[in-house]
């Protein structure tokens, strides 16, 4: 579904174009068509295969989907893909957008997200000076879109994180902080596979040497490198952190599950023991004096009670009851 | 076994060739000879070797099999040995596939496997503005159909590991699912020691130097390295999950025991209590005047049912029972 | 806020500058203007822009916060992002430092800290010779003012490390010790946030390619690298150490745990034979001889007395009481 | 030792020398001499040290022995140290071979080891056409030679394990199962050091910068590489897997101690009401109306039963009997 | 404090020197001047920093001590940081050397050390061939000393590792065994924090591009950083089996508490049977018929006896008793 098309000259919109009208915009200097597409199958994409000359290999990747981030050169287009992230409740909602950059034109092509990129348009179109850079601008300002929606994301995984951390040494809460931790790991990988990937493909827009397409905008990418390496940074430190917790979270079963042995331990060892001595007053010789005393009985409950209390005591200060 | 032999030129097929008639047409411009063999030995190795001057390193490794994938270049031509890998049941069976490419000829070498790639030659056919790259086309489109085939594998590694996350929080499978999780594990290792070697390899042919016999397919050789990464990401991931899941495993299998042992401890307790008070009233001391008490035997099982739901209560309240 | 602004000419302060003086001492020869300000925003930072030509991104990064400590290139330029890190008691306090470099000038600009820098400056005024390096020497003397407040919170975190360490291999101290280290790895961590990316950046200032304008302090910046990666090779071996540590607490847990089960099965042994034998004679079969014998009662107890004793013995000797 | 010493030109073996006639065929072109020592001490070393001009540090480190895997280059010659692996029974025997090559000369020198290479030369003089690329052949041969005594260890090591693996899940091997475990790393670990390193040497011999004794031989350099590598990813794979093994054993030890805890607690639950109930009609109260029933003896046993029966029904399906 | 001085040329020492007589032998050809210094201070380090122009940055570092091993250059001159390793008793203990190393100088400072380096004079001046290769082979002979002391702590820790290695499969030792893995562990790293950086700083000084003043003892360079990697391989491996060995003194305690477990159960189960019978012929119905048989004492004692027998004999062949 085409959402819209239009041609920009010097960083100003020349006009809105119907699909007919962009071949007249290509090849004229300092002039770009920016295209947006989303859920768009062979036969949609096929007239602009051919407007844009774009490889068959990128048209085919940008349609099968399921690809990592990748970004590809092809003679002086580049071709990129990248993940879309949605906090849907328990899971991660992925989707994808593919961008084809050229000297005259850009088209992005976004599929099975309900995200849209509206906001990079009005906001490039308010920054002629900027957008004079030419399509790498388009690129940088839907990178910098794709990248700012993966923050809320990792600011969720790390609430998440900190409010089991909060329950972590809480008795008994050991089954449910294990399920909510692994269930964390999962997201989490999920996100990294989105990131880790793109981190990757946004070294070659900076730094060494750069496609030409893109050299204008250099700047630019290396700030959405940073941007993406602090969410990399966020992302090995809550990994990092579930790992230990998960560690941490046995260590605690142990102890809580040592702490209930020592008590049954202690209170076992109490009534064996007054087990053991009524056991022996309820045995059956005829020759036990102390069954015959007046105060026998008083005095067997004294002797029970008080044993009772000393091993209490004694469990007590050994911090075991 | 000989499985076909055809000439090609400028990407059109122009005879099958007996072997003896492919002398005639090395040497051609524009002209290169796809052979296909299946389980061959050394004797039916030889003419080949002769043939198209095949180093004896590379035929000693096709015939000896059991090699790491690679890619070895000898001069201007190129050696590759693949693993294939089919899900036979529970374990993975692994079969190879050594390729010779020169830039008038490709020999394929399949060893141990059932798979079979007349599909490959079918579409190359179909494609004559692609195979007139010549023979580093048809090198390409074996490895994609390599690593097409590994991609089913990994969506089945992935499904097991997902089933058994579906039981991992289950009291009671634990014995099961690390059972599970370490044959998970085993073929998991497997399928990468079929992809880490070969990702690597894959680096050799686009990027940076390339051998001159595969400078015209660049593009596709990095279409399928990205494929193949996408699947080591998937291998990778799965890789740390099942980490992740032993771990957690072995917390249910804590926490679970920690369970038992907290409803061991109360039962016991409320027993031990029982016995204890019923042991005092058993003894037989002479002068125990509640024993003769009309109401002394409901009494005494009122205190002792009364005692009994107290602390079962306070263990129900303390999660224990 | 401005803290202070002045004009430098070959290691001499030539003037204390309001900022409407500063524009007149830019382009000249061997002269740079040092500015200081903190907690500044977009307003109080425009006057600044404009005059030393800032680029648009890093000033957004500068007043934003929360980048990773990085440095950026803005053709002969600088962009320098940093960490301060203070203990704030419990919770590693997190504050950062911007600084923009150029040929004429030096911008230092801290947000979020009550670390101050002042000592830098007067240091810097006292060795001229030093300070006629010019922006880069200040550069440096900001960095190593920053690494140099690393040291004693790394300092506090090995002795609390230590203080961990001291207890343990003491019973019962097991929940304590894996709570304090889990907070241990929490500020390490934080610490390491602030120092691995700053290392990183460090080394694009010596060695190899150096941006122009630090090439005179190339030694300086290698020195404070030295200094980060001391610290990161302690933050590194304190990682470590606390990951055994941990394993090694669950290892002390299921030590005194297996002690606990130990004692607790050896007096159970011993009881339940006490009140086995108890039971036998308090059984009411008619035709039990020995309760009839005058000794029958002493020889039971004595009986009793023994094989408790016996069983305490061995499980003396076996370590288990 | 002297094992032998040859003269060979264009692969073809001259003669067999005495050490005195050697000099004679030094600087021959496509000449060179071929000399296997074995247990050499200094002076035995020193006349060879002499004519071939070795360098003084490659000797000590041939006569020291205890060198790690390495290849060092002196000028255009070449000193190689390699270890020799024999499976002495429980352990790992290591032995060395160090090999000095140079235009005109090479000279092994075998270090306790009973592994002799005889059949290198064997083999190496059947074919002449391969041993005329002169002394880097022989140091090829040798290798690979070296390399092929790998592969039966590594294969033993690889039974070892899955021969543990198939007691892995059985209850009651745990203790067994470690033990081994733990003996398989410490052999595989020895192993490793053995490889390790001389993969890393052998990536000197082939692809990039070769030193130019070797150049003619790079392809067989590369061959043995091959195999190294594949030994390597072996040793990874085994190490990976004792890791998994050494946690999933720890797992089996837990479930199994949940088992028989379950276990425990449930017949503990079962005689503890038993005990209870007697308890109960075993006290000596005046006023126990059933204790005169008829019927209350049978009534009293049948309750005990059936209500043991009922618990063991209940912990039959819950599975802990 | 100076320990010697003196003048060398073409490797011959020329005379001891007085501080104040070194100025005339700097600056002539072939000759340099080796200056031992140990424990100095600013104060007496201040003359030789001006003789031979000693970096401020490096005498500072040389002086305030603590520094990671590591290798400055300094124009053509170069500063060199390595720490000594003392084991002195149970902790390591860590003394420094400082060497500036110049065209015609080179000046060692020892710090907070009683190990002397009198023999490194000694040799080096009984071998005036190797001497001739001027400063650089003095800094080779201090490193080849520092590194030679690093073998016997290495060896110290591996015996350590295999006597815990003896009683890892002990009863009862892990308790012990714990403590002295991490106790190991600790030293380990420290001493590992004096090797790896080194190893790092070794690779300066031989291969790619290699300080010029370094350039004659490339060859010796490289033999030390040879055995200074036998070093690094055998702490990374006893760091392996550390981690190894306390993953496997944690299953040990498991298996133990498991064993004793188990021996709770069987016996538990054999007395409170024993108890429950007893309790049941201990019931005060009247209607007890066997109670009343001449034989039914001696029955139930046998029946007792029987079932208790009976109940061993399977725990026994259950491997519980």
Same mark, same amino acid.
């Given at each position: 579904?085409?959402?819209?098309?239009?041609?920009?000259?010097?960083?100003?919109?020349?006009?809105?174009?119907?699909?007919?009208?962009?071949?007249?915009?290509?090849?004229? +200097?300092?002039? /770009?068509?920016? $295209?947006?597409? *989303?859920?768009?199958?062979?036969? !949609? @994409?096929?007239?602009?295969?051919?407007? =844009?000359?774009?490889?068959?290999?990128?048209?085919?990747?940008?349609?099968?989907?399921?690809?990592?981030?990748?970004?590809?050169?092809?003679?002086?287009?580049?071709?990129?893909?990248?993940?879309?992230?949605?906090?849907?409740?328990?899971?991660?909602?992925?989707?994808?957008?593919?961008?084809?950059?050229?000297?005259?034109?850009?088209?992005?092509?976004?599929?099975?997200? +309900?995200?849209? /990129?509206?906001? $990079?348009?009005? *906001?490039?179109?308010?920054?002629? !000076? @900027?957008?004079?850079?030419?399509?790498? =601008?388009?690129?940088?300002?839907?990178?910098?879109?794709?990248?700012?929606?993966?923050?809320?994301?990792?600011?969720?995984?790390?609430?998440?994180?900190?409010?089991?951390?909060?329950?972590?040494?809480?008795?008994?809460?050991?089954?449910?902080?294990?399920?909510?931790?692994?269930?964390?790991?999962?997201?989490?990988?999920?996100?990294?596979?989105?990131?880790?990937?793109?981190?990757?493909?946004?070294?070659?827009?900076?730094?060494?040497?750069?496609?030409?397409?893109?050299?204008?905008?250099?700047?630019?990418?290396?700030?959405?490198?940073?941007?993406?390496?602090?969410?990399?940074?966020?992302?090995?430190?809550?990994?990092?952190?579930?790992?230990?917790?998960?560690?941490?979270?046995?260590?605690?079963?142990?102890?809580?599950?040592?702490?209930?042995?020592?008590?049954?331990?202690?209170?076992?060892?109490?009534?064996?023991?007054?087990?053991?001595?009524?056991?022996?007053?309820?045995?059956?010789?005829?020759?036990?004096?102390?069954?015959?005393?007046?105060?026998?009985?008083?005095?067997?409950?004294?002797?029970?009670?008080?044993?009772?209390?000393?091993?209490?005591?004694?469990?007590?200060?050994?911090?075991?009851?």
């Amino acid at each position: 579904m085409l959402i819209n098309c239009a041609a920009y000259r010097e960083g100003h919109k020349l006009a809105d174009l119907t699909p007919g009208e962009v071949g007249a915009y290509l090849d004229q +200097s300092d002039t /770009f068509v920016w $295209v947006a597409l *989303r859920d768009a199958d062979a036969a !949609e @994409l096929e007239p602009w295969q051919h407007l =844009f000359k774009l490889h068959p290999l990128a048209v085919e990747d940008a349609l099968k989907g399921q690809q990592r981030p990748k970004i590809d050169e092809y003679g002086n287009d580049l071709f990129v893909s990248m993940h879309l992230v949605d906090w849907g409740g328990a899971e991660i909602q992925r989707g994808e957008v593919a961008v084809f950059v050229g000297a005259g034109y850009v088209l992005s092509l976004r599929q099975h997200s +309900s995200q849209h /990129f509206l906001g $990079v348009r009005e *906001r490039a179109e308010r920054e002629p !000076e @900027l957008l004079r850079q030419g399509p790498s =601008f388009v690129l940088y300002a839907l990178m910098d879109a794709v990248v700012d929606r993966y923050f809320p994301v990792v600011d969720l995984l790390e609430a998440e994180l900190e409010e089991i951390e909060q329950s972590i040494f809480t008795n008994g809460a050991a089954r449910d902080n294990i399920q909510r931790l692994y269930a964390l790991k999962r997201r989490l990988m999920q996100l990294r596979r989105a990131v880790a990937p793109m981190l990757e493909m946004l070294s070659k827009l900076h730094g060494g040497r750069v496609p030409p397409v893109c050299s204008k905008s250099e700047h630019y990418f290396r700030d959405v490198a940073d941007h993406l390496a602090r969410i990399h940074g966020a992302i090995e430190a809550v990994r990092e952190t579930i790992a230990t917790a998960i560690q941490v979270n046995l260590s605690m079963v142990a102890i809580e599950d040592s702490d209930v042995t020592k008590r049954l331990a202690a209170w076992a060892g109490i009534f064996a023991m007054a087990t053991a001595f009524a056991g022996i007053w309820g045995m059956n010789f005829e020759h036990m004096p102390e069954l015959k005393w007046v105060w026998g009985y008083p005095a067997a409950l004294g002797l029970i009670a008080t044993v009772s209390g000393l091993l209490w005591y004694r469990f007590r200060r050994a911090g075991w009851i």
